[in-house]
């Protein structure tokens, strides 16, 4: 595959960049966070040029497990990345999102698949795997700051600060995003689910009740965590286990159900 290269090099910038990140905040070291965020950076430019080449440059993209769980960390990423450009500065989240986004794309190189494409995608399949993975990129990193938000608040009951808590966003803080992320990922998973029941014909047919049914079972889970958290101002410990009982669903309904069909039964939810 020509972007196999492309995708070695930034496994490899993410998990430098990973490395000094972690040293940066041992020491304390802004300069080094800086140069940790620069081979981030990097890294993302090399698997964003690896995405267009697999989505963009050939004839018709493939669309199974292992491209999309790639397309997926590099939304994840960026969005850690462009957070810099605001008041909340959240790119110590990458000490968890680095490392598997190097994972991811180890998988990507070696995991065997049975390649499916759409050579024909209409508009309405387009609006819903785009809505699709921009949800499961919004969410499965609320589910990142979730784990942050656990970590701090087990941390600050103990009253024992570990110099990577300290170094940190504030916990209100890292529950606000926490719950923009889950609102804006909210909204994607709505509009992939309408589209989903508008645009795919037959899901009984297609092998995607299962998908389907856990998609809804998400939707549902963060539907009642952001009206718990508008009516009745839920956070702490109960907003952490909803939000990672969510994320679980959602892996389980967007690449669990692809894994079992592509990878065991080697079929696809065309057939």
């Known amino acids: 595959m020509p972007h196999d290269l492309p995708l070695i090099l930034a496994a490899a910038l993410y998990l430098v960049s990973a490395g000094l990140l972690y040293r940066s905040i041992g020491k304390r070291s802004r300069s080094l966070q800086q140069v940790s965020f620069g081979f981030a950076v990097a890294g993302v430019l090399l698997h964003g040029f690896a995405q267009y080449t697999h989505w963009f440059a050939g004839s018709v993209p493939d669309v199974s497990l292992a491209p999309l769980l790639s397309l997926c960390a590099l939304v994840i990423i960026v969005l850690l990345l462009t957070s810099t450009l605001s008041e909340k500065r959240l790119f110590t989240a990458g000490l968890v999102a680095l490392p598997l986004a190097a994972i991811v794309l180890a998988m990507e190189l070696v995991i065997p698949h049975q390649p499916f494409t759409l050579d024909k995608m209409s508009t309405g399949i387009g609006v819903h795997l785009v809505s699709s993975v921009l949800a ?110 969510g994320v679980v669903l959602l892996v389980l309904s967007y690449f669990g159900t692809k894994l079992v069909l592509e990878v065991i039964l080697g079929r696809s939810w065309q057939s």
């Open 136 to 245: 499961f990129g919004l969410l499965s990193i609320a589910g990142v700051y979730a784990f942050f938000v656990f970590v701090i608040d087990h941390f600050l009951r103990r009253h024992h600060l570990n110099p990577v808590v300290r170094t940190l966003p504030p916990l209100e803080v890292l529950e606000h995003l926490l719950f923009q992320l889950i609102t804006a990922g909210f909204l994607m998973l709505t509009l992939s689910l309408g589209s989903g029941i508008i645009f795919i014909n037959d899901i009984f047919a297609q092998h995607l009740v299962h998908k389907t049914i856990l998609s809804i079972l998400t939707w549902l889970v963060f539907g009642v965590l952001l009206f718990g958290r508008w009516r009745y101002g839920w956070r702490g410990s109960l907003a952490v286990r909803m939000t990672l009982a």
